[in-house]
């Protein structure tokens, strides 16, 4: 969260300079600074509408300054606002953008000293950063505490009063909730509270976490906290090179898990907190949806019936697959607005979808076949042909497999969570908690392929063209591809630690983006270099999925922003 001011300045058209005059593709260019740093690089610049709905962003350079495409910018009066931790606006700007002539702006920053508005402008891993205790004890705190970043920001127990006593009560209602169906403002219950006594939270004792936490809050009656605020730096050189837009999809509140994009460069999303499919064509900015099937059954007594679909897969063919409750596939027809579902032998459906490109037929997913036993989860992997609609036989994935191990964890269980295909079209996914690769041989054998970081937890990721699978390493800051001709797994070390890497995907020239949680970042590595760009998003983000748009003629990244019930367009030129 930042603070964002508002106040009215026109500008006229003698403001424009003499290189606006050259460019007549640009819509509005600016200048900013402050009597601290002079001439201020990373400054996120925020255009909204009158409106308040699209929101476009761009970054200062070296020498502070920034330009906006006239194609990002229709004609209008426009609210100016800024992101950059320590500062705000001296004054509250407008501009008016006009069809003819550049407009021209300059914004006058002033820094922030008091602790209680600064606070305001820390991300989650700011927070962390400035959190008491070492590394160590950070590297177990984070392991757990980044999952309340998947419905808020750490900032909300900053700012708490809560002591440890409390914090285990929130804990336990927090852990009724269906994380990835829920937001702070959209909130399904899945589960009944659990005892107090010897209550786990991932992994950990939640008294444990709780009696940290009471420690870094404003539970001891102080107004501000007895330790430092610390910020991540602004971006700078290639990380200001971006042009970032934000749509508020139409029906709020909303939970946005993920998204895809069709060979007409539409951007298709499913309503993680509603049973609905939705499509945004951005030339137009125009949104549709569509009712989506949920085959959960209903729950007991005091339990909401899960609904919302997760996962979206646009195949070859612009087909949205889409992962919706119950145990059936679902694929949605944009031509007919139909729906067309096929059963799977299954008793409980894992919610993600693999990939299908251009070229593939094969549809794979896994599920659960009977009732677990022992910590054993029978979870198959299952091929749909998308052609025939036949489902293949399924691929038992872990019931012979050692259960896997955590020094700092208790309860570790062997499942997939993001599937994809080799080039042969065999299945694998990532195991997070088995820390490893599950791939399949073709013949129904099943090997794990360990990351050389222990205990990383891949997460999701993508294949290549050249038949390495791309995957973030969530506990261990590390992007990694793993060789799928010979299972060589490389990691690629990010920065800074705790950055918590969620999806990896690789553009159409080598590079990899990687979204972040907790940083509101957006990461872009290079392999031949090792170079990593950040780019600040404008607004908070959670983005559960990294989609490159190929059918664009610039590099175009899309992010679901899942709690804010946004959709996010990322625009680099080449």
């Known amino acids: 969260m930042f603070i964002r001011i508002s106040l009215l300045v026109l500008l006229a058209a003698a403001g424009c300079t003499e290189r606006d ?48 495409r006239r194609e990002r910018l229709n004609a209008g009066t426009y609210e100016v606002t800024v992101r950059a931790a320590g500062y705000e606006l001296s004054s509250a700007q407008q501009v008016v953008i006009t069809q003819d002539r550049p407009s021209s702006i300059e914004l006058s920053l002033q820094a ?53 006593e409390q914090f285990t009560q929130v804990i336990q209602r927090m852990h009724t909730y269906e994380t990835d169906h829920a937001s702070a403002d959209r909130i399904q219950i899945v589960r009944h509270p659990l005892p107090l006594k010897d209550f786990i939270w991932y992994g950990r004792k939640a008294t444990d976490i709780a009696e940290y936490l009471a420690t870094v809050n404003l539970s001891q009656g102080q107004s501000t906290w007895d330790y430092p605020l610390k910020t991540l730096p602004r971006p700078s050189g290639e990380g200001t090179n971006a042009t970032v837009t934000v749509y508020p999809i139409p029906r709020q509140p909303s939970v946005i898990h993920d998204l895809d994009v069709d060979s007409k460069g539409n951007v298709w999303y ?47 063919t612009d087909t949205v697959w889409v ?22 032998p299954v008793i409980w459906k894992n919610p993600f979808l693999g990939p299908v490109r251009a070229g593939e037929k094969g549809l794979w997913a896994t599920g659960i076949t009977s009732i677990p036993e022992g910590g054993i989860r029978h979870e198959h992997a299952f091929r ?26 208790v309860g570790q269980l062997n499942y997939c969570y993001m599937m994809d295909q080799d080039a042969a079209g065999n299945f694998l996914c990532t195991a997070p908690e088995a820390s490893s690769i599950a791939r399949s041989d073709g013949e129904g054998n099943v090997r794990l392929v360990p990351t050389p970081t222990p205990n990383a937890y891949p997460r999701r990721g993508y294949r290549d063209t050249n038949n390495g699978f791309w995957f973030t390493e969530f506990f261990a800051d590390n992007v990694a591809v793993i060789n799928l001709d010979n299972d060589e797994v490389t990691e690629y070390p ?11 995907r690789p553009d159409r020239n080598g590079k990899i983006w990687i979204s972040s949680t907790g940083s509101d970042r957006l990461l872009r590595l290079d392999p031949e270099t090792g170079k990593v760009v950040k780019y600040l998003m404008p607004v908070e983000y959670d983005a559960r999925k990294v989609v490159v748009d190929n059918s664009a003629d610039r590099i175009t990244v899309w992010l679901p922003n899942k709690n804010q019930g946004q959709l996010i367009r990322i625009e680099v030129a080449e």
């Open 494 to 504: 990010l920065q800074p630690r705790h950055i918590s890497p969620y999806y990896a």
């Open 112 to 164: 922030v000293t008091d602790p209680l508005r600064l606070a305001s402008h820390l991300t989650s891993l700011d927070w962390v950063k400035s959190f008491p205790g070492s590394e160590a004890e950070k590297d177990l705190l984070v392991r757990n505490m980044v999952n309340c970043g998947f419905c808020h920001s750490l900032e909300r127990i900053a700012r708490s009063g809560y002591n440890a």
């Open 384 to 409: 749909l042909d998308i052609e025939s609609g036949e489902v293949g036989e399924g691929i038992m994935l872990f019931d012979d497999k050692p259960f896997p191990t955590d020094p700092d964890r």
């Open 323 to 344: 992962g919706i409750g119950g145990n059936k596939h679902a694929a949605f027809s944009p031509e007919t607005e139909t729906w067309q579902t096929f059963d799977l």
């Open 270 to 316: 499913g309503n993680t907190g509603w049973d609905f499919i939705g499509k945004l064509d951005p030339r137009s900015g125009e949104f549709s949806e569509w009712p989506a099937p949920n085959f959960l059954p209903e729950p007991e007594e005091g339990l909401s019936r899960i609904v919302g679909v997760q996962d979206i897969q646009v195949d070859g």
């Open 21 to 68: 005059n050259r460019s007549p593709d640009i819509a509005l260019t600016g200048v900013v600074s402050s009597p601290q740093e002079q001439l201020m690089e990373g400054v996120v610049v925020i255009l909204r509408g009158v409106d308040k709905s699209l929101l476009t962003a761009v970054t200062s350079d070296a020498t502070g300054q920034f330009s906006l």
